[in-house]
C-alpha cells in the first residue's frame, strides 16, 4: 500500500488546515487508516484514527485535538482527510498517514504542519 500525504503548511495560530492522504488501496478495505504526528523533541504520536468493525465507522483522537480536528474519509478516491482548526503551536510537528491493510502496517511520507504564534 503507497500513502501519499500532502496539504501541510506554515499557518498562524487559530488558523486551518486539512491534510490529505491519498491510498493505493481500497480504503473501505482496510482495517485502521489513521494519522500519526511527531514533533522534532517527541516520539511520535497517535492524533486520529478511523477503523470499521462490522460495517460501522469508528473515530478517536487525541485527547489535546478533540473538538478541533476531524477525521473523513471519501471511499470513491480512497482518500482521508484530517480538518485541522484553531491549531495551535503545539501542534507543530510532522504529520504522518498510517494504515493497516490485511494486517500489516504502512507508513506514508510525513507533511510539515508547522503553527506560529
Known amino acids: 500500500v503507497q500513502l501519499q500525504a500532502f496539504g501541510g503548511g506554515l499557518v498562524e495560530a487559530g488558523g486551518s488546515l486539512k491534510l490529505s492522504c491519498v491510498a493505493s488501496?481500497?480504503?473501505?478495505?482496510?482495517?485502521?487508516v489513521s494519522w500519526y504526528r511527531q514533533a522534532p523533541t517527541n516520539e511520535r504520536e497517535l492524533v486520529a484514527v478511523?477503523?470499521?468493525?462490522?460495517?460501522?465507522?469508528?473515530?478517536d483522537y487525541l485527547d489535546s485535538v478533540k473538538g478541533r480536528f476531524t477525521m473523513s474519509a471519501d471511499s470513491a478516491s480512497d482518500t482521508v482527510f484530517l480538518r485541522m482548526n484553531n491549531l495551535k503551536p503545539e501542534d507543530t510537528a510532522v504529520y504522518y498517514c498510517?494504515?493497516?491493510?490485511?494486517?500489516?502496517?504502512?507508513w506514508g511520507h510525513g507533511t510539515l504542519v508547522t503553527v506560529s504564534s
Open positions: 488501496e481500497k480504503i473501505l478495505f482496510m482495517n485502521a
Open positions: 498510517n494504515a493497516i491493510f490485511r494486517g500489516e502496517e504502512y
Open positions: 478511523i477503523t470499521t468493525r462490522d460495517g460501522k465507522i469508528f473515530s
